[in-house]
């Protein structure tokens, strides 16, 4: 008995020094740019991991620049709209794929697992030629587009796998109960779905919002430049001296949506990025 | 309440395969009717039809009188209990219950009233407001089976509502299910591939088959008089056994002994057509310890010698497994029944006999024992076609028949 | 169990019992039977629910791609339009022999074994950390979701300025100089960011195999002797192997584009350009759209190239292999 407690104690000590080192092994990255942040431009090259003085200073200075501000208000609406549009095209496109039987369904996934592992730098060049002839180079729908095209494959995985989990007995039971077909949807099916609509559409969205290639080489203006574009622009040539504590402050604000959706949904995330792997 | 009448229901799939062929069924109002059979005889096609889930190919479809082949599911007014349960995940189970009694647009007091009736009939008052993920299996059967009768519909239909249960909790169930069919004298047509179900459950049976049906009856009828070999083997446990036989000079050469015919028989073998090999079928409790068994009865069976396997004693009688020498029957349908118990390619060793004795039987492994079978209890198929001989105007007779 | 309303289900079921002449045979014409209404019906929605996501994939990759072909074949500099003019393979010779383009292969090419290997290594352990671990699980899947989600330049900002002398407090931790101002400290940085980033993903990947190895299977193990290392390799990697080879194939193709990282860290100085970084750089930087598309041309093939090795090698193991299940 009493060796019994004392391996589990050592068992959970073990696995909690392991917890500590990736907890800081993810952390510390984001941790130091945070604190870089926070640093006055007296004490941003002294190295220390925590400030000496605190100071909100960088985060006023960007959020008084257009640059960022646009940048950020572009970043937002970019990905949303691009997030809406990906889900809703995937969620039409798994449905079919998980609950119908057609021709040319193995043909699609095939087309959408390769679009997933595509070189989006050999898009870069044409995309950016076509938008030129087409007047979309430097704006939203110049970025939504590719955004949208990248997004698909990963949607329409991850919600094929949730659709393929949804019990579809239960339609039939809600036909049985009396419902019509569009009654059984939506009282019975809508909700079911809800949960793997809703991860999907983090997963797509911090897709979109990561994205720095497309947003660098098909954008050239504040019109359209999104917040990691923007930043990697931030020469403080004459808005500011040093540019890193503005760089530095703009990241976390685009890092702080991102830690909130971690935070809050995990479970989710976890669920939705593995149910896609292990194909449903 | 209502009857169920099938006419000549048929259901081709667009593949061309025929899932379902000219099924005839009348069901009586009020009463239970059971469709059993193996996996892909169709059955449960049949009772996705009757709900409406499917569309009929060809035939008639008749509830209450009424033809329903081109009405929707929620205008037929009949309940189905899913093998899967299905209980909405989302909704507690008093909403699941109430589910189809708001769809029909009533007012809460009576929908609550209602549900409250219905839980108290399944015990479930306690659990309404649970979801169904914190309810054991049992429990969420009975919300199934409490959504069906809650709206106190036209007919229940039950696709193999027990089969995700466990042995004892299943037995259980079947006596609930029993009680409340017929305390509700609803119309009632229960699918499922258990025969045990099957037997005990049902006013009526009906076997089906590759989507054919090959009877229709009270339990005990299918089992004294199975009208063809597929019948006599689904129906039973432990099932019966068959045996290979040989028609020569007016008897039938079998592994346990010549085993002599009566007059109809024999007149029927001399036909032009007639098999020159048959399959002989015992009931395991048609065998008796020889020792144990009275001049009289002695008379009406044959005696046969063999070595005894395996004695399992269940207590109030012996299951008894003996080897028997020679060939084994083959049919069509009986690999069928074989495939169906899993067991299609695993027959243990050489030809085994089961046979049920009394608990008084002396028997014991390893030793050769002399075992007495009822001739009057018999019955002969014809190996091509599966026909039970021994059939008579609907009944059985035995081999000795005149 | 019994038919289910599936035609399918049924398809197989019947199949068996046809030949014993209950339900006469169908054979034959079955395949070909017009299909029926409801049957057609299906087809329409199903290719009416896929139409508008195929029509964008296809309208953004695969018309684009023969354009990039198409401009890959013309002197086309957009500083000199007037000299637009079809060349024919001279952008591939130009390319090829050039040794830019040969070291920035190879960078890519060095930094993605690298990566992908060491993300394996260490996305095992860190995915049995996250199944295993006996306290702490939703901190430790939490922090580790943080490099997935976090914008690339973000951290690539962050390891920069944890390099740069100054602002770092890694930076005199080796070298006494600036390790981003040479090539091979350089080239290590990025490969550490490209690690910290991607390494939660692959251990998510593999996590979702390692669900999938039963716990009976590992106490069965135990039972018959096997030591905690022989039932990682003997028990738990077979089990494992498709989502392994799917991770690696992800990671693989996703590695070889890096480019965030490279642009953030060292903007390609010191010969530490990927092919990605030099086709960026020709394109938009030098506006020269045919050389720039004849690097994204290459980039295209060699990619495909992985790809198909990796199937060939594997087999049907890659995901999505349809595998017609419905409901």
Known sequence: ?280 | MADIVLDKVSKKFPDGTVAVQDVDLEIADGEFVILVGPSGCGKSTTLNMIAGLEDISSGELRIGGQRVNDKAPRDRDIAMVFQSYALYPNMTVRENMAFPLRLAKLDKETINSKVDEAAKVLELTSLLDRKPANLSGGQRQRVAMGRAIVRQPKAFLMDEPLSNLDAKLRVQMRTVVSRLQKQLGTTTVYVTHDQTEAMTLGDRVVIMRGGAVQQVGPPQELYDHPRNLFVAGFIGSPSMNFLHAAVQDGSLRTALGDVPLGDRIRRELEAADAPRELILGIRPEHFEDAELVDEDTRRRGLEFEAPVEIVESMGSDKYVYFTVEGERASAAELEELAADAGASDFSGAGSNLVTRLSAESAVAEGQSRRVWFNLEKIHLFDPTNGRNLTLHEGRAAGALAD | MSINATPTGADTAVEETERHATVPAQRGSRRKAPLSENKKAERKLGWLLCAPAALVMVAVTAYPIIYSVWLSLQRFDLRFPDERQFIGLENYVTVLTNEFWWTAFGVTMLITVVTVAVELVLGMGLAIIMHRTLVGRGLVRTSALIPYGIVTVVAAFSWRYAWTPGTGYLADLFSDGAPLTERASSLAIIMLAEIWKTTPFMALLLMAGLALVPEDLLKAASTDGATAWQKFTKVMLPVMKPAILVALLFRTLDAFRVFDNIFVLTAGGNETSSVSMLAYNNLIRGLNLGIGSTMSVLIFITVAIIAFVFVKLFGTAAPGSDDGERR
């Open chain 1, 1 to 280: 008995m009493a060796t019994g407690t004392e391996t589990t104690t050592r068992a959970r000590l073990r696995w909690g020094l392991l917890d500590v080192l990736v907890v800081v092994f993810a952390l510390v990255p984001v941790l130091w740019i945070a604190s870089l942040s926070f640093k006055t431009p007296a004490t941003i090259t002294d190295g220390n991991f925590i400030p000496q003085e605190w100071t909100l200073d960088n985060y006023r200075t960007i959020f008084d620049t257009d640059q960022f501000v646009r940048a950020l208000i572009n970043s937002i609406g970019i990905a949303l709209i691009a997030t809406l549009i990906a889900v809703v095209l995937g969620a039409m496109a798994a449905y079919a794929i998980s609950r119908l039987d057609f021709p040319g369904k193995g043909l699609l996934v095939g087309v959408s697992l390769l679009i997933a592992m595509f070189p989006q730098v050999s898009l870069v060049s044409p995309l950016f030629e076509i938008e030129r002839q087409l007047g979309l180079f430097d704006t939203w729908p110049g970025l939504i587009l590719p955004y949208i095209t990248f997004a698909l494959p990963l949607a329409i995985y991850t919600l094929s796998a949730f659709f393929k989990q949804i019990p579809w007995d239960l339609e039939k039971a809600a036909k049985m109960d009396g419902a019509t077909q569009g009654q059984a949807f939506r009282r019975v099916i809508a909700p079911l779905a809800a949960p793997g609509l809703f991860t999907t559409a983090i997963l797509v969205f911090i897709f979109c919002w990561n994205d720095f290639l497309f947003a660098i080489s098909l954008t050239s203006t504040e019109r359209s430049r999104t917040v990691p574009a923007a930043l990697s622009f931030f020469t403080g040539a004459s808005q500011f001296e040093d540019p890193t504590g503005a760089i530095c402050a703009a990241a976390v604000v685009i890092t702080v949506p991102i830690i909130l959706f971690v935070l809050f949904f995990q479970r989710r995330i976890v669920s939705g990025l593995t149910s896609g792997a292990v194909k449903g």
